[in-house]
T-cell receptor, first 114, second 110 residues
């Protein structure tokens, strides 16, 4: 375990479904991130939350909706997804105010859209 | 703009050395290195800040050439456990977004 927990680990959903991905960290970090990892592509930053405020939305379609109710929890709400949205979704956390600190990643949610 | 990693893949025998490079067209504040094994989370290895420092982590070390905006990851006397995909991530400023390269797949065989 890395200290960042993502649930569920696997998710299969139809294009008309609504589902949510959950991320939880108790490392005392004050920034959380959603990344998308597709085959043969680099990790793509989707959203950044710093101190529970969204500081970056990296041109992500509105069918992805993030929520950060507190500094320990991050959600990604999904609705009317497309097959090309199938990927591994990784959550990460870090200390934004620290220098020389890396990101701690969760193990990801493998999403398949059918 | 994402950094460029090379090589894309490398196959080693146990005990051999390898170098993975990461270069950027932008002036960098920091370079991160991560390793991801299949089905697992990427794991932070080390971070290098501008200043051309070199860091070490067991038999894995890295350097950062600020003038060339390039970082290299050195794996010496490789072990089977070193197998995985290595990613570099770059920041152009403190607290700015971390942008990742495409990764280098490293395979260490007995």
């Amino acid at each position: 375990e890395t200290g960042v927990t993502q649930t569920p680990r696997h998710l299969v959903m139809g294009m008309t479904n609504k589902k949510s991905l959950k991320c939880e960290q108790h490392l005392g970090h004050n920034a959380m991130y959603w990344y998308k990892q597709s085959a043969k592509k680099p990790l793509e930053l989707m959203f950044v939350y710093s101190l529970e405020e969204r500081v970056e939305n990296n041109s992500v379609p509105s069918r992805f909706s993030p929520e950060c109710p507190n500094s320990s929890h991050l959600f990604l709400h999904l609705h009317t997804l497309q097959p090309e949205d199938s990927a591994l979704y990784l959550c990460a956390s870090s200390t934004r105010t620290g220098v020389g600190m890396g990101y701690t990643f969760g193990s990801g949610t493998r999403l398949t859209v059918v | 703009q994402q950094p460029v990693q090379s090589p894309q893949a490398v196959i080693l025998r146990e005990g051999e050395d390898a170098v993975i490079n990461c270069s950027s067209s932008k002036a960098l504040y920091s370079v991160h290195w991560y390793r991801q094994k299949h089905g697992e989370a990427p794991v932070f290895l080390m971070i290098l800040l501008k200043g051309g420092e070199q860091k070490g982590h067991e038999k894995i070390s890295a350097s950062f050439n600020e003038k060339k905006q390039q970082s290299s990851l050195y794996l010496t006397a490789s072990q089977l456990s070193y197998s995985g995909t290595y990613f570099c991530g770059t920041e152009v400023g403190s607290g700015s977004r971390l942008t990742f390269g495409e990764g280098t797949q490293l395979t260490v065989n007995p």
